[in-house]
Protein backbone atom coordinates (compact mmCIF):
# COMPACT_ATOMS: atom_id res chain seq x y z
CA UNK A 1 0.00 0.00 0.00
CA UNK A 2 1.06 3.34 -1.28
CA UNK A 3 0.88 6.15 1.24
CA UNK A 4 1.76 10.02 0.86
CA UNK A 5 2.67 12.51 3.72
CA UNK A 6 0.48 16.45 3.41
CA UNK A 7 1.63 19.31 5.12
CA UNK A 8 -1.19 21.16 7.01
CA UNK A 9 -1.21 24.55 7.88
CA UNK A 10 -1.88 25.85 11.22
CA UNK A 11 -0.98 28.42 13.82
CA UNK A 12 0.58 28.69 17.14
CA UNK A 13 -1.56 27.96 20.51
CA UNK A 14 -0.99 29.56 23.24
CA UNK A 15 0.33 27.86 26.83
CA UNK A 16 1.39 24.66 24.97
CA UNK A 17 3.91 24.14 28.07
CA UNK A 18 4.82 21.07 29.59
CA UNK A 19 4.09 21.22 33.52
CA UNK A 20 5.35 19.44 36.30
CA UNK A 21 4.46 16.11 33.99
CA UNK A 22 3.48 16.77 30.54
CA UNK A 23 0.70 18.89 29.37
CA UNK A 24 -2.82 18.41 30.74
CA UNK A 25 -5.77 20.74 29.64
CA UNK A 26 -9.39 19.85 29.71
CA UNK A 27 -10.57 17.41 26.56
CA UNK A 28 -12.16 20.04 24.68
CA UNK A 29 -8.74 21.87 24.41
CA UNK A 30 -7.24 19.04 23.08
CA UNK A 31 -10.28 18.35 20.78
CA UNK A 32 -10.08 21.67 19.37
CA UNK A 33 -8.90 21.65 15.70
CA UNK A 34 -4.96 20.98 15.09
CA UNK A 35 -4.24 21.55 18.93
CA UNK A 36 -3.09 18.01 19.70
CA UNK A 37 -1.81 17.71 16.08
CA UNK A 38 0.22 20.85 16.84
CA UNK A 39 1.63 19.72 19.69
CA UNK A 40 2.49 15.90 18.89
CA UNK A 41 4.64 18.01 16.25
CA UNK A 42 6.12 20.05 18.09
CA UNK A 43 6.99 16.89 20.48
CA UNK A 44 8.38 15.16 17.29
CA UNK A 45 10.10 18.22 15.83
CA UNK A 46 12.32 18.69 19.05
CA UNK A 47 13.66 14.96 18.60
CA UNK A 48 15.72 16.55 16.03
CA UNK A 49 18.30 14.26 14.61
CA UNK A 50 16.88 11.23 16.36
CA UNK A 51 13.33 11.78 14.41
CA UNK A 52 14.07 10.01 11.25
CA UNK A 53 14.18 6.16 11.28
CA UNK A 54 13.43 6.28 15.15
CA UNK A 55 11.27 3.89 16.84
CA UNK A 56 8.96 4.73 19.47
CA UNK A 57 6.89 3.40 22.15
CA UNK A 58 3.10 4.80 22.55
CA UNK A 59 0.02 4.33 25.15
CA UNK A 60 -1.76 5.73 27.26
CA UNK A 61 -3.66 5.39 30.59
CA UNK A 62 -7.01 4.57 28.53
CA UNK A 63 -8.99 7.42 29.27
CA UNK A 64 -11.22 9.77 27.24
CA UNK A 65 -10.00 10.89 23.86
CA UNK A 66 -6.85 8.26 24.23
CA UNK A 67 -7.77 6.36 21.05
CA UNK A 68 -8.44 9.57 19.07
CA UNK A 69 -4.88 11.14 20.11
CA UNK A 70 -3.11 7.25 19.30
CA UNK A 71 -4.81 7.40 15.79
CA UNK A 72 -3.49 11.11 15.36
CA UNK A 73 0.26 9.79 16.27
CA UNK A 74 0.22 7.23 14.32
CA UNK A 75 -0.40 9.07 11.47
CA UNK A 76 1.49 12.10 12.11
CA UNK A 77 4.81 9.68 12.82
CA UNK A 78 4.41 7.92 9.26
CA UNK A 79 4.58 11.74 8.08
CA UNK A 80 7.54 13.01 9.78
CA UNK A 81 10.27 9.82 9.23
CA UNK A 82 9.08 7.57 12.14
CA UNK A 83 10.53 4.32 11.53
CA UNK A 84 8.40 2.27 13.80
CA UNK A 85 5.95 2.21 16.69
CA UNK A 86 4.80 -0.02 19.55
CA UNK A 87 1.92 0.78 20.73
CA UNK A 88 -0.05 -0.63 23.66
CA UNK A 89 -3.04 -2.71 22.22
CA UNK A 90 -6.01 -0.38 22.37
CA UNK A 91 -3.67 2.09 22.55
CA UNK A 92 -3.62 1.63 26.42
CA UNK A 93 0.13 1.15 28.54
CA UNK A 94 0.39 2.27 32.02
CA UNK A 95 2.82 4.59 32.25
CA UNK A 96 5.30 2.53 34.08
CA UNK A 97 4.96 -0.03 31.39
CA UNK A 98 6.15 2.61 29.06
CA UNK A 99 8.68 3.17 30.78
CA UNK A 100 9.86 -0.61 30.32
CA UNK A 101 9.30 -0.62 27.03
CA UNK A 102 11.44 2.09 25.95
CA UNK A 103 14.48 0.59 27.96
CA UNK A 104 13.75 -2.89 26.87
CA UNK A 105 13.25 -2.24 23.02
CA UNK A 106 15.88 0.59 23.11
CA UNK A 107 13.70 3.19 21.28
CA UNK A 108 14.28 6.72 20.99
CA UNK A 109 11.37 7.55 22.82
CA UNK A 110 8.09 7.32 23.50
CA UNK A 111 4.48 9.07 24.33
CA UNK A 112 2.38 8.96 26.57
CA UNK A 113 -1.17 9.86 26.38
CA UNK A 114 -2.51 10.64 30.27
CA UNK A 115 -3.60 13.52 32.74
CA UNK A 116 -2.40 11.16 35.06
CA UNK A 117 -3.84 11.90 38.71
CA UNK A 118 -6.52 14.53 37.05
CA UNK A 119 -10.09 13.05 36.20
CA UNK A 120 -10.86 12.23 32.87
CA UNK A 121 -14.28 11.65 30.62
CA UNK A 122 -16.05 13.80 28.05
CA UNK A 123 -15.72 17.31 30.31
CA UNK A 124 -12.60 15.87 32.36
CA UNK A 125 -8.88 16.45 31.65
CA UNK A 126 -6.34 14.83 28.86
CA UNK A 127 -2.76 14.70 28.55
CA UNK A 128 0.63 14.09 26.33
CA UNK A 129 3.81 13.43 27.96
CA UNK A 130 7.30 12.65 25.86
CA UNK A 131 9.77 10.31 27.72
CA UNK A 132 13.27 10.09 26.29
CA UNK A 133 15.38 6.95 25.49
CA UNK A 134 16.52 6.07 29.19
CA UNK A 135 12.59 5.85 29.55
CA UNK A 136 12.26 8.76 31.89
CA UNK A 137 10.49 11.99 31.33
CA UNK A 138 11.78 14.63 28.67
CA UNK A 139 13.94 16.74 30.83
CA UNK A 140 13.03 20.73 30.95
CA UNK A 141 15.65 21.20 28.27
CA UNK A 142 13.55 18.91 26.35
CA UNK A 143 10.17 20.10 27.38
CA UNK A 144 11.07 24.17 26.55
CA UNK A 145 12.34 23.32 23.39
CA UNK A 146 8.61 21.29 22.23
CA UNK A 147 7.43 24.59 24.09
CA UNK A 148 9.41 27.08 21.95
CA UNK A 149 8.64 25.23 18.87
CA UNK A 150 4.68 25.36 19.79
CA UNK A 151 4.82 29.40 20.21
CA UNK A 152 5.89 29.82 15.60
CA UNK A 153 5.00 26.40 14.42
CA UNK A 154 3.11 27.03 10.86
CA UNK A 155 2.39 24.08 9.75
CA UNK A 156 2.32 20.02 10.87
CA UNK A 157 2.42 16.69 8.78
CA UNK A 158 0.46 13.88 8.49
CA UNK A 159 -0.84 11.40 6.50
CA UNK A 160 -4.48 11.29 6.61
CA UNK A 161 -4.72 7.84 4.13
CA UNK A 162 -3.14 5.67 6.87
CA UNK A 163 -5.43 3.74 8.82
CA UNK A 164 -4.23 0.92 11.72
CA UNK A 165 -6.88 -1.36 13.68
CA UNK A 166 -5.33 -0.76 17.24
CA UNK A 167 -7.91 -2.86 18.94
CA UNK A 168 -6.24 -6.70 18.23
CA UNK A 169 -2.27 -7.41 18.16
CA UNK A 170 -0.63 -6.93 15.21
CA UNK A 171 2.37 -5.73 13.46
CA UNK A 172 1.74 -4.26 9.46
CA UNK A 173 4.13 -2.57 7.57
CA UNK A 174 3.51 0.70 5.31
CA UNK A 175 5.73 2.59 2.50
CA UNK A 176 4.96 6.43 3.57
CA UNK A 177 6.55 7.83 0.09
CA UNK A 178 9.79 6.62 -0.17
CA UNK A 179 10.01 5.43 3.55
CA UNK A 180 9.10 2.13 5.83
CA UNK A 181 7.21 2.50 8.81
CA UNK A 182 5.60 -0.03 10.38
CA UNK A 183 3.26 -0.56 13.54
CA UNK A 184 3.39 -3.44 15.74
CA UNK A 185 0.26 -3.08 18.58
CA UNK A 186 1.16 -5.15 21.42
CA UNK A 187 -0.08 -6.85 24.14
CA UNK A 188 -0.72 -4.05 26.84
CA UNK A 189 1.00 -5.82 30.25
CA UNK A 190 3.20 -8.87 28.91
CA UNK A 191 6.49 -7.23 28.95
CA UNK A 192 5.87 -5.34 32.35
CA UNK A 193 4.63 -8.81 34.30
CA UNK A 194 7.86 -10.99 32.55
CA UNK A 195 9.84 -8.07 33.84
CA UNK A 196 8.36 -7.52 37.45
CA UNK A 197 8.84 -11.29 38.08
CA UNK A 198 12.56 -11.17 37.43
CA UNK A 199 12.94 -8.49 39.89
CA UNK A 200 11.20 -10.05 42.91
CA UNK A 201 10.89 -13.74 44.49
CA UNK A 202 7.47 -14.11 42.77
CA UNK A 203 7.52 -17.88 45.26
CA UNK A 204 8.26 -16.10 48.53
CA UNK A 205 4.98 -13.30 47.79
CA UNK A 206 3.14 -16.28 46.24
CA UNK A 207 3.60 -18.28 50.14
CA UNK A 208 2.69 -15.51 51.57
CA UNK A 209 -1.10 -14.89 50.03
CA UNK A 210 -1.67 -18.09 49.62
CA UNK A 211 -0.48 -20.46 52.34
CA UNK A 212 -1.91 -21.06 56.04
CA UNK A 213 -1.42 -17.89 57.30
CA UNK A 214 -1.87 -16.16 54.73
CA UNK A 215 -2.38 -12.34 53.98
CA UNK A 216 -5.12 -11.30 52.24
CA UNK A 217 -4.72 -8.17 50.11
CA UNK A 218 -6.97 -5.53 48.71
CA UNK A 219 -6.15 -3.66 45.44
CA UNK A 220 -8.30 -0.95 44.05
CA UNK A 221 -7.31 0.23 40.62
CA UNK A 222 -9.89 2.98 40.88
CA UNK A 223 -10.95 2.21 37.10
CA UNK A 224 -7.39 3.16 35.71
CA UNK A 225 -4.70 1.79 33.54
CA UNK A 226 -3.77 -0.95 35.97
CA UNK A 227 -6.70 -3.20 36.05
CA UNK A 228 -4.98 -5.56 33.51
CA UNK A 229 -1.87 -5.69 35.31
CA UNK A 230 -3.03 -5.79 38.51
CA UNK A 231 -5.54 -9.03 37.69
CA UNK A 232 -2.31 -10.71 35.51
CA UNK A 233 0.55 -10.21 38.91
CA UNK A 234 -1.67 -10.39 42.01
CA UNK A 235 -4.28 -12.90 41.28
CA UNK A 236 -2.67 -15.71 38.19
CA UNK A 237 0.56 -15.37 39.22
CA UNK A 238 0.53 -14.52 42.90
CA UNK A 239 -2.71 -16.63 44.02
CA UNK A 240 -4.40 -13.83 45.47
CA UNK A 241 -8.56 -14.72 44.75
CA UNK A 242 -10.21 -12.72 42.45
CA UNK A 243 -11.94 -10.91 45.05
CA UNK A 244 -8.75 -8.91 46.49
CA UNK A 245 -8.79 -7.05 42.85
CA UNK A 246 -11.78 -4.78 42.66
CA UNK A 247 -12.45 -1.80 40.41
CA UNK A 248 -10.12 -3.34 37.84
CA UNK A 249 -11.81 -2.72 34.34
CA UNK A 250 -10.30 0.79 32.83
CA UNK A 251 -12.70 3.19 32.32
CA UNK A 252 -12.33 6.57 30.04
CA UNK A 253 -13.73 8.62 32.85
CA UNK A 254 -12.82 6.54 35.56
CA UNK A 255 -15.95 5.62 37.12
CA UNK A 256 -16.43 9.49 37.36
CA UNK A 257 -14.21 9.42 40.58
CA UNK A 258 -11.27 11.49 40.96
CA UNK A 259 -8.26 8.61 39.45
CA UNK A 260 -5.83 9.75 42.97
CA UNK A 261 -5.09 7.34 44.96
CA UNK A 262 -5.17 9.38 48.99
CA UNK A 263 -7.64 9.22 52.05
CA UNK A 264 -9.99 11.85 49.74
CA UNK A 265 -10.47 9.68 46.40
CA UNK A 266 -10.27 6.44 47.54
CA UNK A 267 -12.99 6.41 50.48
CA UNK A 268 -14.25 2.86 48.74
CA UNK A 269 -10.60 1.42 49.63
CA UNK A 270 -10.04 3.11 53.27
CA UNK A 271 -13.60 1.83 54.34
CA UNK A 272 -13.26 -1.52 53.55
CA UNK A 273 -9.47 -1.42 54.91
CA UNK A 274 -11.24 -0.44 58.20
CA UNK A 275 -13.49 -3.15 58.34
CA UNK A 276 -10.38 -5.52 59.08
CA UNK A 277 -10.53 -8.33 57.16
CA UNK A 278 -7.05 -6.97 55.25
CA UNK A 279 -4.12 -6.87 56.00
CA UNK A 280 -2.58 -5.23 53.25
CA UNK A 281 -4.69 -2.54 50.40
CA UNK A 282 -3.41 -0.69 47.69
CA UNK A 283 -5.17 1.77 45.15
CA UNK A 284 -3.06 3.31 41.86
CA UNK A 285 -3.47 6.54 40.15
CA UNK A 286 -5.06 6.95 36.73
CA UNK A 287 -1.84 5.84 34.78
CA UNK A 288 -0.59 3.57 37.90
CA UNK A 289 2.38 5.63 38.77
CA UNK A 290 1.66 6.33 42.10
CA UNK A 291 0.33 3.78 45.27
CA UNK A 292 -1.10 3.98 48.17
CA UNK A 293 -0.52 1.28 51.11
CA UNK A 294 -2.65 0.71 53.57
CA UNK A 295 -2.20 -2.10 56.55
CA UNK A 296 -5.16 -3.76 58.90
CA UNK A 297 -8.29 -1.41 59.93
CA UNK A 298 -7.26 1.08 57.24
CA UNK A 299 -3.83 1.86 58.68
CA UNK A 300 -2.17 4.79 56.29
CA UNK A 301 1.75 4.82 55.59
CA UNK A 302 2.53 7.54 55.04
CA UNK A 303 4.57 7.74 51.14
CA UNK A 304 7.75 9.75 52.70
CA UNK A 305 7.81 6.74 55.59
CA UNK A 306 6.90 3.68 53.09
CA UNK A 307 9.56 4.68 50.97
CA UNK A 308 12.15 5.52 54.10
CA UNK A 309 10.87 1.86 54.96
CA UNK A 310 11.36 0.26 51.91
CA UNK A 311 15.00 1.76 51.51
CA UNK A 312 15.69 0.11 55.00
CA UNK A 313 14.59 -3.54 53.35
CA UNK A 314 15.41 -3.44 49.89
CA UNK A 315 18.24 -6.15 50.54
CA UNK A 316 15.30 -8.59 50.54
CA UNK A 317 14.57 -8.46 47.18
CA UNK A 318 16.62 -9.95 44.40
CA UNK A 319 17.17 -7.17 42.18
CA UNK A 320 18.96 -5.33 44.75
CA UNK A 321 20.76 -8.19 45.68
CA UNK A 322 22.03 -8.21 42.29
CA UNK A 323 22.49 -4.13 41.79
CA UNK A 324 23.41 -3.12 45.63
CA UNK A 325 22.24 0.03 46.62
CA UNK A 326 23.92 3.01 45.27
CA UNK A 327 22.04 5.50 46.78
CA UNK A 328 18.71 7.36 47.48
CA UNK A 329 16.76 10.14 46.60
CA UNK A 330 13.42 11.93 47.40
CA UNK A 331 11.67 15.08 46.06
CA UNK A 332 12.62 18.44 48.56
CA UNK A 333 8.89 18.68 49.47
CA UNK A 334 9.17 14.97 50.55
CA UNK A 335 9.38 14.22 54.33
CA UNK A 336 13.28 13.33 55.37
CA UNK A 337 12.49 9.76 56.74
CA UNK A 338 14.68 8.36 53.96
CA UNK A 339 17.45 10.65 55.32
CA UNK A 340 17.95 8.80 58.06
CA UNK A 341 18.04 5.33 56.61
CA UNK A 342 20.59 6.89 54.20
CA UNK A 343 23.24 8.07 57.28
CA UNK A 344 23.11 5.42 59.07
CA UNK A 345 23.65 2.92 55.73
CA UNK A 346 26.47 5.45 54.68
CA UNK A 347 24.57 5.81 51.35
CA UNK A 348 24.47 9.44 49.39
CA UNK A 349 20.97 10.76 49.84
CA UNK A 350 19.60 13.40 46.78
CA UNK A 351 17.61 16.55 47.01
CA UNK A 352 16.27 17.11 44.37
CA UNK A 353 12.58 19.52 42.54
CA UNK A 354 9.35 17.75 42.62
CA UNK A 355 8.54 15.80 39.37
CA UNK A 356 10.27 12.17 38.25
CA UNK A 357 12.04 13.78 35.87
CA UNK A 358 15.05 14.89 38.20
CA UNK A 359 15.72 11.50 39.42
CA UNK A 360 17.00 10.41 36.30
CA UNK A 361 20.63 11.56 35.42
CA UNK A 362 21.02 10.09 38.90
CA UNK A 363 20.03 6.83 37.91
CA UNK A 364 21.70 6.54 34.44
CA UNK A 365 24.68 7.33 36.27
CA UNK A 366 24.37 4.53 38.88
CA UNK A 367 23.90 7.04 42.11
CA UNK A 368 20.88 6.11 42.66
CA UNK A 369 18.81 2.78 43.55
CA UNK A 370 15.47 4.03 45.09
CA UNK A 371 13.47 7.35 45.49
CA UNK A 372 10.26 8.70 46.03
CA UNK A 373 7.91 11.68 46.30
CA UNK A 374 5.13 12.78 49.46
CA UNK A 375 2.72 12.53 46.39
CA UNK A 376 2.62 8.44 46.38
CA UNK A 377 5.29 7.81 44.03
CA UNK A 378 7.51 5.46 44.39
CA UNK A 379 10.24 3.82 42.22
CA UNK A 380 13.75 2.68 41.82
CA UNK A 381 16.28 2.45 38.73
CA UNK A 382 14.47 -0.54 37.19
CA UNK A 383 12.67 1.91 35.18
CA UNK A 384 13.06 5.77 34.92
CA UNK A 385 9.16 6.64 35.86
CA UNK A 386 7.64 6.03 39.90
CA UNK A 387 5.68 2.63 39.58
CA UNK A 388 2.62 1.58 41.85
CA UNK A 389 2.51 -2.17 40.99
CA UNK A 390 6.11 -2.54 41.88
CA UNK A 391 5.47 -0.15 45.06
CA UNK A 392 3.10 -2.69 46.03
CA UNK A 393 5.82 -6.02 45.02
CA UNK A 394 7.83 -4.49 46.86
CA UNK A 395 6.01 -4.03 50.64
CA UNK A 396 4.78 -7.54 50.07
CA UNK A 397 8.43 -8.63 49.70
CA UNK A 398 9.10 -6.73 52.83
CA UNK A 399 6.04 -8.33 54.79
CA UNK A 400 6.96 -12.03 53.35
CA UNK A 401 10.36 -11.38 54.88
CA UNK A 402 9.72 -9.68 58.07
CA UNK A 403 6.38 -11.86 58.62
CA UNK A 404 4.81 -8.77 60.71
CA UNK A 405 1.88 -6.59 60.04
CA UNK A 406 2.52 -3.39 58.18
CA UNK A 407 1.97 -1.44 61.33
CA UNK A 408 4.64 -3.44 63.25
CA UNK A 409 6.96 -2.65 60.94
CA UNK A 410 6.41 1.04 60.56
CA UNK A 411 6.03 1.32 64.41
CA UNK A 412 9.51 -0.62 64.45
CA UNK A 413 11.51 1.64 61.95
CA UNK A 414 10.25 4.69 64.02
CA UNK A 415 11.97 3.11 67.17
CA UNK A 416 14.76 2.41 65.61
CA UNK A 417 14.96 5.86 63.47
CA UNK A 418 12.84 8.09 64.85
CA UNK A 419 9.27 9.62 63.48
CA UNK A 420 9.17 12.32 60.89
CA UNK A 421 5.76 13.52 61.49
CA UNK A 422 4.85 14.69 57.37
CA UNK A 423 1.65 16.22 56.27
CA UNK A 424 0.82 17.95 53.09
CA UNK A 425 -2.64 20.15 52.59
CA UNK A 426 -3.84 20.84 48.86
CA UNK A 427 -5.66 24.07 48.15
CA UNK A 428 -7.15 22.40 44.55
CA UNK A 429 -8.65 25.50 42.01
CA UNK A 430 -8.00 28.30 43.68
CA UNK A 431 -8.20 31.74 41.81
CA UNK A 432 -4.68 32.60 40.01
CA UNK A 433 -4.39 35.89 41.24
CA UNK A 434 -4.02 35.15 45.20
CA UNK A 435 -2.37 32.42 45.10
CA UNK A 436 0.56 34.12 42.93
CA UNK A 437 0.44 37.27 45.33
CA UNK A 438 0.58 34.84 48.19
CA UNK A 439 3.88 33.32 46.59
CA UNK A 440 5.15 36.92 45.67
CA UNK A 441 4.86 37.42 49.26
CA UNK A 442 6.71 34.59 50.64
CA UNK A 443 9.55 35.09 47.88
CA UNK A 444 9.94 38.51 49.90
CA UNK A 445 9.70 36.74 52.75
CA UNK A 446 12.48 34.32 52.19
CA UNK A 447 14.84 37.29 50.58
CA UNK A 448 14.83 39.23 53.49
CA UNK A 449 17.50 37.14 55.49
CA UNK A 450 16.97 38.99 59.02
CA UNK A 451 14.04 37.27 58.98
CA UNK A 452 16.19 34.47 59.59
CA UNK A 453 16.57 33.71 63.68
CA UNK A 454 12.74 34.71 64.20
CA UNK A 455 11.00 32.94 66.60
CA UNK A 456 7.13 31.89 66.23
CA UNK A 457 5.31 30.50 68.76
CA UNK A 458 1.86 28.32 68.35
CA UNK A 459 0.33 25.51 70.93
CA UNK A 460 3.16 26.05 73.91
CA UNK A 461 6.16 25.44 70.66
CA UNK A 462 8.06 27.77 69.48
CA UNK A 463 10.16 27.52 66.40
CA UNK A 464 13.28 29.36 65.28
CA UNK A 465 13.70 30.13 61.54
CA UNK A 466 17.16 28.56 60.67
CA UNK A 467 16.87 28.89 57.01
CA UNK A 468 14.55 30.31 54.16
CA UNK A 469 14.95 30.11 50.54
CA UNK A 470 13.38 29.46 47.18
CA UNK A 471 14.82 26.12 46.36
CA UNK A 472 16.88 25.55 43.34
CA UNK A 473 18.97 22.67 41.90
CA UNK A 474 21.44 22.31 39.87
CA UNK A 475 21.99 18.72 38.20
CA UNK A 476 25.37 17.40 39.40
CA UNK A 477 25.63 15.35 36.15
CA UNK A 478 25.07 17.86 33.26
CA UNK A 479 24.93 21.02 35.16
CA UNK A 480 21.25 22.55 34.43
CA UNK A 481 20.17 24.93 36.68
CA UNK A 482 15.95 25.02 37.68
CA UNK A 483 15.46 27.63 39.91
CA UNK A 484 12.42 28.79 42.61
CA UNK A 485 11.23 24.72 42.45
CA UNK A 486 9.36 26.30 46.41
CA UNK A 487 9.68 28.30 49.21
CA UNK A 488 11.56 26.79 52.57
CA UNK A 489 11.53 27.48 56.19
CA UNK A 490 13.58 25.89 57.59
CA UNK A 491 14.00 25.69 61.37
CA UNK A 492 16.62 25.16 64.18
CA UNK A 493 15.05 22.02 65.03
CA UNK A 494 15.15 20.97 60.96
CA UNK A 495 11.02 21.16 61.02
CA UNK A 496 10.17 22.25 57.29
CA UNK A 497 7.32 24.26 55.98
CA UNK A 498 7.37 24.53 52.07
CA UNK A 499 4.92 26.19 49.93
CA UNK A 500 4.39 25.85 45.73
CA UNK A 501 1.84 25.73 43.50
CA UNK A 502 1.51 22.99 41.66
CA UNK A 503 2.67 22.30 37.98
CA UNK A 504 0.07 19.78 36.93
CA UNK A 505 -3.15 21.13 36.90
CA UNK A 506 -5.44 22.12 33.86
CA UNK A 507 -7.18 25.66 35.52
CA UNK A 508 -6.52 27.77 37.83
CA UNK A 509 -3.90 27.17 40.47
CA UNK A 510 -3.53 24.48 43.03
CA UNK A 511 -1.28 25.68 46.49
CA UNK A 512 0.60 22.95 48.19
CA UNK A 513 1.77 23.34 51.64
CA UNK A 514 3.98 21.08 52.96
CA UNK A 515 5.01 20.42 56.93
CA UNK A 516 8.02 17.43 57.76
CA UNK A 517 9.14 17.47 61.64
CA UNK A 518 11.17 15.20 63.35
CA UNK A 519 10.42 13.51 66.65
CA UNK A 520 12.85 11.67 68.56
CA UNK A 521 10.72 10.69 71.32
CA UNK A 522 9.56 7.19 70.95
CA UNK A 523 6.40 8.09 73.54
CA UNK A 524 5.12 10.19 71.00
CA UNK A 525 5.55 8.14 68.11
CA UNK A 526 2.20 6.61 68.34
CA UNK A 527 0.91 10.69 67.95
CA UNK A 528 -1.65 11.56 65.47
CA UNK A 529 0.75 13.73 62.94
CA UNK A 530 -2.45 16.24 62.18
CA UNK A 531 -1.94 16.98 66.35
CA UNK A 532 1.52 16.86 65.99
CA UNK A 533 2.13 18.82 63.78
CA UNK A 534 -1.03 21.40 64.53
CA UNK A 535 1.54 24.41 65.75
CA UNK A 536 3.60 24.40 62.65
CA UNK A 537 0.29 23.91 60.43
CA UNK A 538 -1.57 26.97 61.81
CA UNK A 539 2.58 29.44 61.33
CA UNK A 540 2.52 28.10 57.86
CA UNK A 541 -0.43 29.00 57.67
CA UNK A 542 -0.43 32.52 59.32
CA UNK A 543 2.41 33.32 58.24
CA UNK A 544 1.29 32.91 54.66
CA UNK A 545 -1.41 34.38 55.27
CA UNK A 546 -3.12 31.72 53.05
CA UNK A 547 -6.76 31.58 54.73
CA UNK A 548 -6.87 35.61 54.47
CA UNK A 549 -5.81 35.87 50.64
CA UNK A 550 -7.33 33.12 49.39
CA UNK A 551 -10.67 32.96 51.10
CA UNK A 552 -9.99 29.42 51.63
CA UNK A 553 -10.61 28.26 55.35
CA UNK A 554 -10.01 24.63 54.67
CA UNK A 555 -7.84 22.64 52.60
CA UNK A 556 -9.52 20.30 49.54
CA UNK A 557 -7.13 17.49 50.28
CA UNK A 558 -5.44 16.20 53.52
CA UNK A 559 -2.26 13.78 53.17
C1 LIG B 1 2.33 16.45 41.33
C2 LIG B 1 3.15 15.93 42.49
C3 LIG B 1 4.53 15.51 42.01
C4 LIG B 1 4.38 14.48 40.88
C5 LIG B 1 3.51 15.06 39.77
C6 LIG B 1 3.23 14.07 38.68
O1 LIG B 1 2.95 17.60 40.79
O2 LIG B 1 3.25 16.90 43.51
O3 LIG B 1 5.25 14.99 43.09
O4 LIG B 1 5.63 14.15 40.35
O5 LIG B 1 2.26 15.47 40.32
O6 LIG B 1 2.58 12.93 39.18
P1 LIG B 1 2.44 19.09 41.14
O7 LIG B 1 3.28 20.01 40.29
O8 LIG B 1 0.99 19.12 40.82
O9 LIG B 1 2.67 19.27 42.60
V1 LIG B 1 1.54 12.07 38.17
O10 LIG B 1 1.24 10.63 38.88
O11 LIG B 1 0.23 13.16 38.10
O12 LIG B 1 2.27 12.03 36.71
CO1 LIG C 1 0.41 9.34 37.58
Not at 171 to 191: G, Q, R
Amino acid sequence: MSLSAIKVASTPFEGQKPGTSGLRKNVKVFQGEHYTENFVQCTLSAMGEKLPGSTLVVGGDGRFFCKQAVEIIIKMSAANGVRKLIVGQNGVLSTPAVSRLIRKYKTQGGIILTASHNPGGPNGDFGIKFNIANGGPAPEAVTNAIYQLSTTITEYKTCPNLTMDISTTANKSFKVDDHDFEVEIIDSVKDYVEYMKELFDFNAIKQLLTGPDSLKILINAMHGVTGPYVKSIFCQELGAPETSAVNCVPLEDFGGGHPDPNLTYAPELVSEMKKGVHGLGAAFDGDGDRNMILGKNAFFVNPSDSLAVLAANLECMPYFQKTGIKGYARSMPTGAAIDRVANDKGLPIFEVPTGWKFFGNLMDSGQLSLCGEESFGTGSDHIREKDGIWAVLAWLSVVAHQKKSLQEILTAHWSKYGRNFFTRYDYENCESEPANQMIANLNKYVADQSNVGKEYSEGGKTFKVALIDNFGYTDPIDGSVSKNQGIRIIFSDGSRIIFRLSGTGSSGATIRMYIDSYEADQAQHMNDPQDALKPLVEIALKLSQLRELTGRQQPTVIT
